[in-house]
């Protein structure tokens, strides 16, 4: 009897599931890149997702703040150049399936414009490389969101060049010279503006006679 019964449950339960499967989900907004804060003349782009049948079956509609930022049409994704600090706020969308008055509204995503363009900032542990050894540089930049690092060095003698082989945020470097970086980050890249410079000089050792 017992069998019975658990076989019993095992096919409800497989029914419900069955069943429940082909509800309708929450509609979902998403941004890319998904960064909570941009700076002017970054690009973000929104991309609504009803969850429900064919995404040709819907119409969206942008909401800022509660107000409607771009009425219904059939883009599904939508990027929008950051040019304004009144770009920030909570940003929503909506669908309304073509040819009925059925409509969804996603879930809120903030974000935050940031006006000044960003500087990054070049730290060494130590400005003075000992005979065969290194030091350490750092280039940060204000918001640590997907941050890639651009590296230079020039000499008083040398115009400035790029170190190709180097794109993280601590580099060892070997060679004196003046050092400075940058952050680049999204698509199209964004780049800040270049750190200060630093001036990195070798320990120079003399061989005493006896």
Known sequence: MMGHTLLCMTGLFLLCTLLCSGHAQDAVLTIEPSWSSFFMGEFVTFKCDMNEGKDTDWEYKQIRDGRELIGYNTIQEYTLEIKYSSHSGEYQCSGRKKGSSYTKISNTVSITVLADKPRATLTAGTTIIPVGGSVTLTCSVQSSDGWK????????TTNEVQIRDQQNRDIRVSQGGIYSCRGTRG????YTDKSDGVT????CEFSHLV
């Not at 990195?200 to 320990?203: A, G, L, M, N, V």
């Open 187 to 190: 698509n199209p890249v964004y």
């Open 149 to 156: 690092y651009e590296w230079f060095r020039r000499t008083q």
């Open 200 to 203: 990195i000089e070798i320990t």
